[in-house]
């Protein structure tokens, strides 16, 4: 590896964890939170959605979390992550009727795509288990940044009480392989794909885009 390329592969493992940092000190604040509220230049440059469609993104986001506390109060805990429109709800709530209201209430915001639904519900998280979750997702990002023959850019990864949830636009072979990598992390008790899958024709931009599909499957669990 090139000193150049060390130092860039470093700044972004830096940066990772700086972004976990900050993420876990606004968490201690927060009853509902955006998964997309922080992006970085470099990070939206090399990101494989539109820079119109990131900003939509944090525009549904920023609206979900808006009806999801109007709708809860301080009597749950939702994260809200929105990627080329597809969003994931994640967190705890109190009851049933409080889950179909969010996903209800998430589903009508313009521009939303599809929704799923991964609220639990149960007790909120502490914040000892939303500081491992940020962790957890921090270690996921830099082993995807090791593995080297994946882009680590193109997943978008959250973590719920030890559940990995890895979003994106991928093919096939790269939502395994981040799965796979995911399923190595200590700490990760199983992962989620929420993928929008394409071919590589698609990807490289030699092929019509197809009508995305979103891709929510579990995989095994990281550990027995």
Request: aromatic share 2%; charged share 20%.
């Amino acid at each position: 590896m090139s000193l150049l390329n060390l130092s860039s592969y470093s700044r972004l493992r830096l940066t990772l964890l700086a972004s976990a940092l900050a993420a876990s000190t606004l968490m201690s604040g927060c009853a509902v939170l955006a998964g997309g509220a922080i992006l970085g230049s470099s990070i939206m440059a090399t990101d494989r959605r539109t820079s119109g469609t990131q900003v939509e993104d944090q525009a549904i986001e920023f609206k979900a979390v808006r009806r999801a506390s109007e709708l809860l109060g301080d009597r749950g805990h939702v994260n809200v992550t929105s990627y080329s429109r597809l969003v994931l709800i994640t967190g705890e709530v109190p009851t049933d009727a409080d889950k179909a209201a969010v996903e209800q209430a998430v589903a009508r915001i313009e521009n939303v795509r599809s929704v799923v639904n991964e609220l639990t519900v149960t007790m909120p998280s502490s914040i000892g288990n939303r500081s491992n979750d940020t962790l957890i997702t921090s270690k996921v990002k830099a082993s995807m940044v090791d593995a080297k023959d994946v882009q680590a850019n193109a997943y978008k990864v959250v973590t719920e009480r030890g559940v990995v949830y890895l979003m994106g636009r991928v093919t096939e072979r790269e939502a395994n392989r981040g799965a796979e990598i995911s399923r190595g992390v200590s700490g990760v008790r199983k992962v989620v794909k929420v993928f929008d899958v394409v071919s590589e024709a698609e990807l490289a931009g030699t092929a019509p885009p197809a009508a995305p599909v979103p891709v929510a499957e579990p995989a095994s669990a990281a550990k027995p």
